[in-house]
Every structure is written in C-alpha cells, then in structure tokens.
C-alpha cells in the first residue's frame, strides 16, 4: 500500500477527503446591549463587537447574505437592572428579548439561539441563586423555568441552558411544554466545563462572579467520563442536541459524546481559543487564512455536527462553498 497515491492531485485529494465543513455547521455569537445605534469593540476578543438592537440586526443582515444563518445571542445588562433573583431577565421590558422579536420579525429563516443562566442578570455573578455563599441548585431551577419561558415567547428557536445546574434541562422542558411551547427546541450546555479560557466573554459582558468561582457548578477539566453521566442526565431530560464547552481543549469529549449519542451534538470554540489564535495570527506568528479553518476543521473532525465560534462570519466570507 501507498496511501500517498490518494494524495497526489488536487482532484484525488478532494474524493478522498473524510470530513467537510461549511457555513451551514457554524453558529456566530452575538452580544447586545441597550441603546441605539451603538457599537463596541471587546478588547480582548479583536474583530468582535457588542452591538445596539439596531446595529445587531444590521449585522446579522450582513450574516444572512452570506449564508451564514445560525446566531446565538448574549445580553450584556447594566448592573442596575441585576438583582440576586435575575428578574430582569422575564421582564417584560428585557431588551434582549425585544430584541429578539425583532430579529425574527426580520429575518424569521434564521435560527436564533438564546443564553438561559442567570449570571448576566445576578448582581452576584453567578449562574444559579447564592445563598449564604452557596450557589443552590433547586431553587434555580424556577428562575430558570421563568426566563426560558419568557424567551421562548420572544420568538427563540431554541433556548441554550448554559447554568449546569442539576435537572434544569427537565424542568425547562415542562415549563416550555407546559406554556405550550412545544416547538422550541434545547441545545443544553452539557458539558461544561471550568475553563480558564473565557475570559473575553466576561468581558464582553461584565459577568465574572463577584466572589468565589464557579467550580462547584461546572465541570473540572481533568474528568472526561462524568461528561457521560451528563449526557445521559439532559439526553432522559429532553435536550435536542448536547453542548461541549469549551471545544478545541476538549475535543476528546466532543468525539466521546459523538460516538455514544444520537442527538447532534454542538462545541462551543470559546473566546479564549479564539483569541489566542487572533494574537499568534496578529504577531505574525500564524497565518489566519491557513489556522483558522484547520482549527474549526478539528473541532468537525473530533464530531461536532455544530460549531459555535466567533470566526464564523470570517469563515463565510473565505470559505462560501465550504471546505
């Protein structure tokens, strides 16, 4: 055997190639904050930006022509409209869910994907309900319930439970059932784990925990096999596809889940990984048109059906019949 045979032209190449990606497996996170006709540039993440309403709809019409139609969509809130319930987060006056109604009024093709924690909206920065010091687990759980009932009925495709608290993938999925939501679909958080590589996203919204970390709640980095348990946990919930976060440090787990589950499964290629990548390119040290779509092309070949990424509109814009 020669296996250099199915290497030796271009043509050859391509018949003999396993794994492809296009726009169409990518997913492009959004910030947005209150405000008209606004746009900020996140130090830590180059090239990306939180958006006013009006200029995120703008952005996500750039997006849409394209090809590129899958968009996750994150709140950055003013700290005095958080409070230890959340309860901004089903206000009625919540603009990231005026805004999501907009989006979907314009572009109803899209799917729209929302964020369900509560650490954008706590005044104590964490992702479930702190109690003494303690971030407790089944009194999360309604609070949960409340914003992704609320999000659904702002026009969310699908509602991304990010919290990792136990059980919420369930209790989401009576609530929405129950408000009759039964089309709105979950793309769990499941394995996430306690990375040190989402320090931009905090950034970009301003919700690092005020005290502690956030270990008690997610995954520790070096367990592999407990993200099984999980997957088992939100597949019996409910969950429609099944989240590895962060992805490029765990592409071991994305291909785990892969080989022992139906549901689709999605990795979140985080802002860290990103921006480290942006930083090696910027120095000079890498070259961005070559790195970056090996990089998103690993994440594939490890068996992520979904890729969450920040170069997802660069991606569509070098790579419009994929690769």
């Not at 396993?18 to 746009?39: I, K, M, W, Y």
């Not at 590129?68 to 990231?96: G, M, R």
């Not at 689709?264 to 802002?271: F, K």
Request: aromatic share 10%.
């Amino acid at each position: 055997m020669r296996p250099r045979r199915n290497r030796q032209s271009a043509a050859i190449r391509s018949m003999a190639t396993e794994t492809h990606l296009s726009v169409q497996h990518l997913v492009f996170p959004l910030f947005v904050f209150d405000g008209a006709n606004l746009r900020s540039e996140i130090k830590s993440l180059p090239g990306i930006f939180r958006f006013s309403p009006d200029n995120l709809l703008r952005e996500i019409e750039e997006c849409m022509k394209l090809g590129l139609t899958n968009f996750v969509v994150f709140p950055a809130v003013a700290d005095a409209l958080k409070d230890q319930t959340a309860t901004y987060s089903y206000a009625a006056e919540n603009f990231y869910l005026h805004t999501a109604r907009a989006i979907k009024e314009r572009f109803p093709e899209c799917c729209l994907i929302s964020d369900v924690a509560m650490d954008p909206y706590s005044s104590d920065g964490h992702d479930g309900l702190v109690r003494n010091g303690e971030i407790v687990n089944d009194e999360t759980l309604p609070i949960l319930a409340k914003m992704a009932v609320a999000q659904a009925q702002a026009g969310f495709d699908m509602l991304g439970p990010s919290d990792m608290m136990d059980g919420r993938v369930g209790y989401i999925r009576q609530a929405l059932d129950e408000q009759g939501f039964t089309k709105t679909g979950i793309l769990s958080y499941t394995a996430k784990y306690a990375s040190a590589f989402y320090g931009p996203f905090r950034d970009a919204l301003d919700s690092a925990p005020k005290s502690g970390d956030k270990k008690t709640y997610q995954m520790n980095p070096a367990n592999k096999r407990e993200a099984l348990l999980e997957a088992d946990l939100d597949a019996a919930e409910g969950a429609d596809m099944l989240m590895v976060k962060p992805a490029l440090h765990y592409l071991d787990v994305i291909h785990l889940l892969k080989e022992n589950y139906s549901q689709p499964i999605a990795a979140y290629h985080v802002s860290g990984e990103c921006a480290m990548l942006r930083a090696a390119c910027n120095n000079g040290w890498l070259d961005f048109e070559r790195a970056m779509p090996e990089t998103l092309l690993s994440i594939r070949r490890a068996g992520a059906d979904v890729i969450l990424t920040y170069f997802a509109k660069e991606f569509a814009q070098r790579f419009p019949s994929g690769i």
